[in-house]
């Protein structure tokens, strides 16, 4: 399997760097071929060798490069603490990412056991 992997992280590089390199070095425990992407510079569209993009996050990233791509969603501590179970789960879960689905989604209401609800979430850190 050809994968891409894109980590960010709000707190710094090198907690997005380490999350790479483990998923890096589990992927290359499989046999698979993976490159790490740069985010530094807007994401842009991946290789038409390139099975599935990883994208394992702490923070929100602009994904519109990526539409129409295999790709799988994860936490970036996923990355960190469980690599090899990532993978496995980006091979058997991965799905094509449409971004305009992403827009709608974001204002869609929740629905709840307590009924429709829309969700505002505010966060800050001080990073």
Same mark, same amino acid.
Do not use: L, N
């Given at each position: 399997m050809n994968i891409?992997?894109?980590t960010?992280?709000?707190g710094g590089?090198?907690?997005s760097w380490l999350g790479a390199r483990r998923l890096a070095a589990a992927a290359d425990r499989r046999g698979w071929l993976a490159e790490i992407v740069d985010t530094s510079r807007p994401l842009a569209a991946p290789?038409? @060798?390139v099975d599935c993009v990883i994208v394992a996050t702490s923070t929100p990233l602009d994904l519109a490069a990526l539409d129409? $791509?295999?790709v799988y969603r994860a936490e970036l501590r996923d990355a960190l603490a469980a690599p090899d179970r990532l993978l496995a789960a980006a091979e058997h879960d991965g799905a094509i990412y449409r971004h305009a689905?992403? @827009?709608q989604a974001a204002n869609a209401p929740v629905e709840t056991a307590c009924g429709t609800r829309r969700i505002v979430?505010? $966060?800050a850190c001080p990073t």
């Open positions: 891409q992997i894109v960010a992280c709000p590089k090198t907690t290789a038409r @060798s129409g $791509t295999c689905d992403e @827009s979430a505010i $966060t």
